[in-house]
């Protein structure tokens, strides 16, 4: 079974700087998908960023990137410049691989909600 | 991206009554959606996959003949929680996927209060 752990049920940072959000997973897979994703009060869910167990370099996008430690089992996200529009709660989600069989549903951590600081 | 459309997004019934929600893939054929609760500062949990054409499958304690799934094209799936009572209450969202889009899109969500 898979499992994702995030051990920041809250965090805050200083607008502009920098900061991580933590993700550790489990799992007996040797492909599978890594996603973060936000949650504004609004409910919605927005993809952030997508890391393949197999990719060799960390994923980036924008001020989003990955800190991807295979050995480690962790997936951490990290925002740089943060922004006020930034506050959100960010979940961390993993994904079979498509040989395993299963449906691609996602199973998510818990969360961390984050705030940032005028 | 692709797009994926839930509504409505707010909803409030009566005990009793039954509520349908609806989910649609936009601009790509979602042969597989996904249907997903959420209480109040908790993560998501899946309550069952919904295949276009084939019966739904039901994550453990999901009780199937209370929340209705139906696939029946490629773009559009349905919820429908019936005889709703005050601890249906909840967020529901949806999300599609196919074997080609590497990311999960989810819907706008439901917010589904009932009084």
């Known amino acids: 079974a898979q499992k994702i752990t995030q051990t920041q049920p809250g965090m805050f940072v200083q607008e502009k700087e920098a900061v991580t959000l933590d993700c550790t997973y489990d799992?007996?897979?040797?492909?599978?998908?890594l996603f973060w994703y936000k949650q504004p009060s609004s409910g919605e869910m927005i993809f952030l960023i997508y890391?393949?167990?197999?990719?060799?370099q960390n994923a980036t996008e924008g001020r989003y990137s990955l800190n991807f430690q295979k050995a480690r089992k962790s997936a951490n996200l990290v925002i740089s410049a943060s922004q006020l529009g930034d506050s959100a709660m960010y979940f961390c989600a993993m994904r079979r691989p498509i040989s395993s069989g299963s449906a691609r549903q996602l199973t998510f951590g818990s969360g961390t909600q984050l705030t940032v600081l005028p | 991206g692709a797009v994926v459309s839930q509504h409505p997004s707010r909803v409030i019934c009566k005990s009793g009554t039954s509520v349908k929600i609806e989910c649609r893939s936009l601009d790509f054929q979602a042969t597989t959606m996904f249907w997903y609760r959420q209480f109040p500062k908790q993560s998501l949990m899946l309550m069952a996959t919904?295949?276009?054409?084939?019966?739904?499958?039901?994550e453990q304690g999901v009780e199937k003949d209370k929340f209705l799934i139906n696939h029946a094209s490629l773009t559009l799936s349905t919820l429908t929680v019936t005889s709703a009572h005050p601890e249906d209450s909840s967020f529901y969202i949806c999300?599609?996927?196919?074997?080609?889009?590497?990311?999960?899109?989810f819907g706008q969500g439901t917010r589904l209060t009932v009084v």
């Open positions: 919904s295949n276009e054409g084939s019966k739904a499958t039901y």
């Open positions: 999300s599609a996927g196919d074997r080609v889009v590497t990311e999960a899109f």
């Open positions: 799992t007996s897979d040797q492909s599978y998908g």
């Open positions: 890391q393949g167990s197999y990719d060799e």
